[in-house]
């Protein structure tokens, strides 16, 4: 890899950038191999600046969020990952609208608009997202998603070009919201709907002791593993081939929802993905349904 493009990165973000840095400290699942650099940037125009030095070396990057539904293989990431801060990770409200920096936290999010009497975003309390992975990825829970609420999108292109978007221009589906190719969300702007605080809080709260009660939020895992199959769960599909508590390594699918995978510790991000893979063909040998997976997988 480049030397000069690692002094020139060192140069401008200083302790900021981390070389060859495992990417298990990074991840939810604690699994992964050594980025070439874990960068933190604080603004639009070091996001920018990286992205179009990344461009000139032809090196890859990518996002991190906060490390959930992720899956960085055991030899590592050969490129940039890149941990939005600073003024990209503020929030503030503007009426009943949420600015929000990509690398805000979810779960932040969702605890100060309620406290301010805003509905819309009770569904995602214990969610363990970036507000910019939760665009990206169009994140939702109980009926509800980002995208209904996303009136607009602050990109940036690969070429270090900042653009806005409105949400309606970006088309989404299931789990999933059309990008430009290699953006990233520097910020969004949720539309919400004032509602008394206490009903927001309460709805918030229950919400949040429903995942607790039905997910294994104690265990190193990275979210659900599998979207849903039209029609039907893909917990319950797993479950149903009798594959909950099966173990490869240290990975195992959860006995607390089978949509899980926990690192019960020492897993190897090859144990995962071996074990996705092997849930995925004994419910296709049980039921004729492909499991497709939630989870992004890099350098594997």
């Known amino acids: ?17 981390r070389f060859d840095e495992p990417m298990s ?7 992964g191999g050594p980025a070439w650099c874990l960068a933190r940037v604080n603004s639009a125009a070091e996001a920018a600046w990286l992205l179009a030095a990344c461009g000139e ?3 890859a990057y990518k996002p991190l969020g906060r490390g959930s539904n992720l899956l ?23 009426g009943d609208t949420l600015l929000a920096g990509g690398g805000a936290p979810l779960p932040g999010a969702v605890r100060l608009v309620a406290r301010q009497g805003l509905a819309g975003l009770e569904w995602a309390a214990g969610i363990p997202a970036s507000l910019g992975g939760a ?6 829970a109980h009926g509800g998603d980002m995208a209904e ?4 999108v602050s990109l940036l292109l690969p070429g270090g070009e900042m653009i806005e978007a409105a949400g309606k221009d970006l088309p989404s589906g ?4 059309v990008l430009p190719a290699g953006a990233l969300v520097l910020g969004a702007r949720l539309k919400l709907s004032p509602t008394m605080p206490a009903e927001v809080e309460r709805r918030r709260k229950a919400l949040l002791q ?10 190193r895992t990275a979210g659900s593993v599998f979207k849903n199959p039209e029609g039907d769960h893909a917990g319950r599909l797993i479950e149903a081939a009798g594959l909950k508590g099966l173990a490869v390594g240290g990975a195992v699918v959860s006995r607390v929802h089978a949509n899980f995978i926990e690192n019960r510790g020492g897993a190897s991000a090859a144990d995962i993905l071996s074990l996705i893979n092997t849930v995925v063909l004994k419910v296709m040998d049980a039921f004729s349904v492909r499991l497709e997976p939630e989870v992004e997988v890099v350098g594997v």
Not at 135 to 140: K, P
Not at 210 to 219: E, F, K, V
């Open 1 to 17: 890899m480049s030397v000069e493009l690692k002094k020139l990165i060192q140069a401008r973000l200083g302790a900021r950038a």
């Open 25 to 31: 400290r990074h991840t939810t699942w604690g699994v």
């Open 57 to 59: 070396a032809g090196l």
């Open 72 to 94: 960085v293989g055991d030899a590592g990431f050969s490129g940039v990952m890149i941990r939005l801060g600073g003024e990209l990770g503020k929030l503030a409200l503007e």
């Open 135 to 140: 665009v990206a990825t169009n994140a939702g």
């Open 149 to 152: 609420l996303t009136s607009g």
């Open 174 to 177: 299931y789990r999933r919201r």
């Open 210 to 219: 429903l995942r607790r009660l039905r997910q294994p939020l104690a265990a």
